[in-house]
T-cell receptor
Framework: DGGITQSPKYLFRKEGQNVTLSCEQN?????MYWYRQDPGQGLRLIYY???????QKGDIAEGYSVSREKKESFPLTVTSAQKNPTAFYLC?????????????FGDGTRLSIL | SQQGEEDPQALSIQEGENATMNCSYK?????LQWYRQNSGRGLVHLIL?????REKHSGRLRVTLDTSKKSSSLLITASRAADTASYFC???????????FGKGTMLLVSP
């Protein structure tokens, strides 16, 4: 079955530590996105990538970094500069990043601070 | 910034009743989309309505769009307990599928 796989499902971060969230898709989609969701809130865009080796900042990119070395993979690193990282992180993809396309989502990673 | 705002924040109904959720937004859009999220899961796309469309149906779902009022509504007819979830509207102002989401409506359907 085609889809988006996020791992791990739960992740804990210690003070001063960088952690990396994995997002893999086998939908052959060009565009991928990372969102952050806080309790009772909507999704906010962190980073997005419309093609391999290229990515753009979203609304809340500070304290995060990404890479897009392969079409299938778009990992997100939460750095120690992100002072409030506790949230639910969602990865999504679309066919080619153009308009009028639905986004396909993974099942998320819940990040907490130890 | 969050462009879409759903109303109501929470809705509780009985099975078989209809559920209506509203979404307002601020800037011009290419399309508006509705998504569903079950607790602790990712979002599932329900329906996309383009800016030149006024109404769209998909099964028990009916979506309307009024660009003059910058608003949309999602109607779920003959609701079921399995419809219990949060529902989000999302707008695409840029044309690059970088969606802006509202805070959602939490729907509870009781058997």
């Amino acid at each position: 079955d085609g889809g988006i796989t996020q791992s791990p499902k739960y992740l804990f971060r210690k003070e001063g530590q960088n952690v990396t969230l994995s997002c893999e898709q086998n939908l052959n989609h060009d565009a991928m996105y990372w969102y952050r969701q806080d309790p009772g809130q909507g999704l906010r865009l962190i980073y997005y990538s419309q093609i391999v080796n290229d990515f753009q900042k979203g609304d809340i990119a500070e304290g995060y970094s990404v890479s897009r070395e392969k079409k299938e993979s778009f990992p997100l690193t939460v750095t120690s500069a992100q002072k409030n990282p506790t949230a639910f992180y969602l990865c999504a993809s679309t066919l080619d990043g153009h308009s009028n396309q639905p986004q396909h989502f993974g099942d998320g990673t819940r990040l907490s601070i130890l | 910034s969050q462009q879409g705002e759903e109303d109501p924040q929470a809705l509780s109904i009985q099975e078989g009743e209809n559920a209506t959720m509203n979404c307002s937004y601020k800037t011009s859009i290419n399309n508006l989309q509705w998504y569903r999220q079950n607790s602790g899961r990712g979002l599932v796309h329900l329906i996309l309505i383009r800016s030149n469309e006024r109404e769209k149906h998909s099964g028990r779902l009916r979506v309307t769009l009024d660009t003059s009022k910058k608003s949309s509504s999602l109607l779920i007819t003959a609701s079921r307990a399995a419809d219990t979830a949060s529902y989000f509207c999302a707008t695409d102002p840029s044309g690059y599928s970088t969606l802006t989401f509202g805070k959602g409506t939490m729907l509870l359907v009781s058997p």
